[in-house]
T-cell receptor
């Protein structure tokens, strides 16, 4: 009953390149879309988040693009660095409450 | 130093045993959550609590139990009824009023021998 579909499952990018991870959500009312970054053996940490009233949010090298009509959002990592190598999760929060629905995750490896 | 602590970091259990995972937070958050992480499946919600002495089942509650006697603490018991308990368990908390981000603990890796 996955409501958030994430792709690709894994991604290899050269240092300095652009990493792009995509998520799509299904017919449920969500009002907050965070991205989490997780290093091996650690808990996830919030990277960047967006609300559906904006189409793009940028923080440093990280940008979320949001397409409300298509029910899709994506994470772009510009000038990818080896230190960005981690697992990335997209998530969506329902309009009521604090529960998050997570995508399956993307393992990113940035080659130096 | 505010945050969420989970203990132990690694836990080994024999089949048929119940084990309890600890989660403590000093962020003064009302809501707390337990997730299970398996490779390729993301984070799946086991139980959550929005207030002391109250909790709700998540998507995969079978074989697990929780309690919320104190605001700071939300222990998870993995019972012998859980058929495949080997996984990475993550605890999180959030501010119920502001509905800001969920903060995660460092996790407990449970292995059934």
């Amino acid at each position: 009953q996955q409501q958030v579909k994430q792709s690709p499952q894994s991604l290899i990018v050269q240092k300095g390149g652009i990493s792009i991870i995509n998520c799509a959500y299904e017919n449920t009312a969500f009002d907050y879309f965070p991205w989490y970054q997780q290093f091996p053996g650690k808990g996830p940490a919030l990277l960047i988040a967006i609300r559906p009233d904006v189409s793009e949010k940028k923080e440093g090298r990280f940008t979320i693009s949001f397409n409300k009509s298509a029910k899709q959002f994506s994470l772009h990592i510009m000038d990818s660095q080896p230190g960005d190598s981690a697992t990335y999760f997209c998530a969506a929060r329902g309009v009521y409450g604090n529960k998050l629905v997570f995508g399956a995750g993307t393992i990113l490896r940035v080659k130096s | 130093d505010g945050g969420i602590t989970q203990s132990p970091k690694y836990l080994f259990r024999k089949e048929g045993q119940n084990v309890t995972l600890s989660c403590e937070q000093n962020l003064n958050h009302d809501a707390m959550y337990w997730y299970r992480q398996d490779p390729g499946q993301g984070l799946r919600l086991i139980y959550y609590s929005q207030i002391v002495n109250d909790f709700q089942k998540g998507d995969i509650a079978e074989g697990y139990s929780v309690s919320r006697e104190k605001k700071e603490s939300f222990p998870l018991t993995v019972t012998s009824a859980q058929k495949n308990p080997t996984a990475f368990y993550l605890c999180a908390s959030s501010n119920q009023v502001t509905r800001n981000e969920q903060f995660f603990g460092p996790g407990t890796r449970l292995t059934v021998l």
